[in-house]
């Protein structure tokens, strides 16, 4: 059983990327943190029950003997959505039953965060990063803490050109919001705020 935790907005700056999210949503962040095991820091947005972070490599941060995660070091470009978290009870288990290349667990924490996450070897995602990575919390889950600026995530649509086989992969997946279509590789997500619905992609 998977289910929706948060959405990746990757940028090359995280000032550059939190303004034109903010932009986007008309809508405030509020502040992340670093990631020292990736070289990575982001900013967070409450959708709810899952949130929004949007990240990118932090140039004062040592950078890591390993591939950063959600393909950072390859990433260039504006700021866009790339990549999204399943959230499941048991790391290994849903590891087991996911396609190659989904990744091998790692633990991480941040302040009183502990978490483990799903990181493939070479930083890329199957499906191209269609498929989501997979992470277990191991305590508080970030959404409740942060202030909810009555943003909700109303779909996120997942294209991809082997829909079926994404769809079949995807199948633990229970949730109405998230749907499968045939068609170029992208993320796009309609997001509810005061401002009316707005979309990133």
Avoid: K
Avoid at 84 to 92: H, I, K, M, Q
Avoid at 109 to 122: K, S
């Amino acid at each position: 059983m998977l289910t929706l935790d948060h959405l990746a907005v990757s940028c090359t700056d995280l000032a550059e990327g939190v303004a034109a999210i903010e932009a986007a949503l008309g809508l405030p962040l509020a502040p992340g943190g670093e990631h020292p095991h990736m070289g990575t820091h982001n900013r967070l947005l409450s959708l709810g029950d899952l949130y929004l972070e949007v990240i990118a490599i932090n140039p004062e941060a040592p950078a890591p003997a390993w591939p950063r995660w959600f393909a950072l070091d390859a990433f260039s470009g504006p700021p866009r959505l790339t990549n999204w978290v399943a959230a499941c009870p048991d790391l290994e288990a849903a590891v087991a039953v996911a396609p190659e290349g989904a990744g091998v667990p790692v633990d991480l924490a941040r302040g009183d965060l502990r978490w483990r996450m799903a990181v493939p070897g070479n930083g890329l995602l199957p499906f191209g990063g269609a498929f989501p990575a997979l992470i277990q919390w191991l305590g508080p889950h970030p959404a409740p803490r942060l202030p909810d600026r009555g943003a909700r995530l109303a779909r996120l649509v997942v294209t991809h050109p082997q829909a079926r086989d994404l769809g079949a992969a995807l199948a633990g997946v229970q949730d109405a919001r998230l749907v499968i279509e045939t068609g170029p590789l992208g993320l796009q997500a309609e997001i509810d705020t005061p401002h009316g619905r707005r979309v990133l992609a």
